[in-house]
């Protein structure tokens, strides 16, 4: 069993729809919890983090974290179709070097 | 983008023989990492640095060797490539943790794509 599970999707909606992207976990040691978004043929940008439960908000962009369920999200309102890429959700214990580990990744495409 | 880069971007090899990819940074960033990514597994940690010639292996580091003889140089060595590492390779830095504990930001390059026949 992978440490991080991620839809690896393909998820297609169109412009302006609610989209809400999902990450578990196995080890209760994360504690930092973070969000990159990759283009095609790029490497990944770091999107949204957050340390502990709750909701952080970002423009259009909301990371909530659930450590209770060991479960997090991204929502992104109002989707346009530049939001089109791959997500990564990627955790870390903070100790040491920063070694992430990584979700699948979700591919998302905004319809026009 | 943050002062990364990869060398080659492209590389296409046989199998059997060594290959080398290169990161370099100019942000004076003290901690670097390579991964690879690959369809279904997201990025996988391979090796990573804490310093000039500190290094330490990740998750997924057999076949793989690394060296750090400046600060800004991190070097990934395939010793005889298998197929099995053709792939995307991404080389990252980050800063040191603060005292409060809190994480700096992973910045990620902008991909070396490997074909091992």
């Known amino acids: 069993q992978k440490e991080v599970e991620q839809d690896p999707g393909p998820l297609s909606v169109p412009e302006g729809a609610i989209v809400s992207l999902n990450c578990t976990y196995s080890n209760s040691a994360f504690q930092y919890f973070m969000w990159y978004r990759q283009y095609s043929r790029k490497g990944p940008e770091l999107l949204m983090y957050?340390?502990?439960?709750g909701n952080k908000e970002d423009g259009r962009f909301t990371a909530q974290v659930d450590k209770s369920s060991k479960y997090i999200s991204l929502f992104i309102r109002d989707s346009q179709p530049s939001d089109s890429a791959t997500y990564l959700c990627?955790?870390?214990?903070?100790?040491?070097?920063?070694?992430?580990?990584f979700g699948q990744g979700t591919r998302l495409t905004i319809n026009p | 983008d943050a002062g990364i880069t990869q060398s080659p971007r492209h590389k296409v090899t046989e199998t059997g023989t060594p290959v080398t990819l290169r990161c370099h940074q100019t942000?004076?960033?003290?901690?670097m990492y390579w991964y690879r990514q690959d369809p279904g597994h997201g990025l996988r940690l391979i090796h990573y640095s804490y310093g000039v010639k500190d290094t330490d292996k990740g998750e997924v580091s057999d076949g793989y060797s690394v060296s750090r003889s400046k600060t800004e140089d991190f070097l990934l060595t395939l010793e005889s490539a298998t197929s099995s590492q053709t792939s995307v390779y991404f080389c990252a830095i980050s800063e040191s943790r603060l005292t409060s504990g809190l994480q700096e930001t992973q910045y990620f390059g902008p991909g070396t794509r490997l074909l091992v026949l």
């Open positions: 990627a955790m870390d214990i903070i100790q040491g070097a920063q070694k992430l580990v």
């Open positions: 957050t340390y502990s439960s």
């Open positions: 942000e004076n960033h003290r901690y």
